[in-house]
């Protein structure tokens, strides 16, 4: 993958996705169903990308933040 921005941005949803899960199951009290329906729904969807391109990353051998596969790294 060349984009960098697209990269960053894979990366960090999986991480951002994941904390603002906690923090809806965290203040769930104070949130209306709907709200926490909403809330929780999409920070799935930025976990489920998040997770799927770290698994895209694993498979092609590559460093989810760096250009260069882990292959080429370990030969230069």
């Not at 489920?48 to 498979?59: E, W």
């Amino acid at each position: 993958m060349k984009n960098k921005g697209l990269r960053y941005y894979l990366n960090a949803s999986f991480g951002v996705g994941n904390i603002g899960f906690l923090l809806c199951r965290r203040f769930y009290d104070r949130l209306t169903d709907f709200e926490l329906g909403i809330g929780e729904g999409i920070l799935f969807v930025f976990i489920l990308t998040g997770a799927a391109y770290l698994i895209y990353c694993a498979i092609n051998k590559q460093h989810p933040l760096q250009e260069k596969s882990l292959e080429c790294q370990k030969n230069d």
